[in-house]
């Protein structure tokens, strides 16, 4: 019996609840908090999809923003890695290559880590394609268009797989002005 509830503490703490943003305010004061901002793509029922790092978290479909195919929450600062896709009951994807499934928060700012896109192949099937896609464009016109007040204070940034010298130029732009 003791074992059970040890491990009922254990798997409990595993993951932290966050509250996906559905009203433009910032409610990052701190130099320890940065935003998450995610786009999802795909042609099946979206379960969760886990997330390791400073704030163990499970995003699922009901955190996706109304009308759109984005995720705003906020995080601590630091290393993350995309760990496990659920789509259904029955199909979970565990991601083992990690150098395309890491991402950062950087303190204080927007961090775009991209769109995850997960596409199978039949309703049937057990394969899917699965890439984490940067679309900054469409995350910079989601923020212009959901969030302006929260875009205002705050650089929005790529924090995913690569490199992105448009949202570079971009606020680097911004800075000038």
């Known amino acids: 019996m003791r074992y059970f509830l040890l491990s009922i503490v254990f798997l409990t703490g595993c993951n ?11 409610l990052i004061s701190t130099a320890d908090k940065g935003y998450l901002l995610i786009g999802v793509e795909t042609n099946r029922d ?27 929450v906020d995080l601590s600062v630091g290393n993350y890695e995309i760990n496990r896709i659920t789509l259904d009951h029955w199909f979970r994807i565990n991601l083992k290559d990690e150098e395309n499934w890491q991402f950062t928060i950087s303190s204080q700012s927007i961090n775009y880590v991209g769109h995850l896109e997960i596409v199978n192949r039949g309703f ?16 910079l016109e989601f923020m212009e268009d959901n969030f302006p007040t929260i875009y205002e204070s705050k650089t929005l940034s790529y924090g995913g797989p690569g490199e992105d010298l448009f949202l570079e130029y971009l606020n680097s732009l911004r800075g000038a002005q």
Do not use: M, Q, W
């Open 46 to 72: 979206l379960k969760s999809i886990s997330i390791s790092g400073p704030d163990n978290i499970s995003l699922s479909h009901t955190d996706l923003n109304a009308g759109t195919n984005f995720i705003l």
């Open 124 to 139: 049937f099937s057990t394969s899917a394609r699965l890439e984490l896609v940067n679309r900054s464009t469409e995350a």
């Open 16 to 26: 932290s609840t966050v509250t996906t943003l559905e009203k433009d305010t910032d």
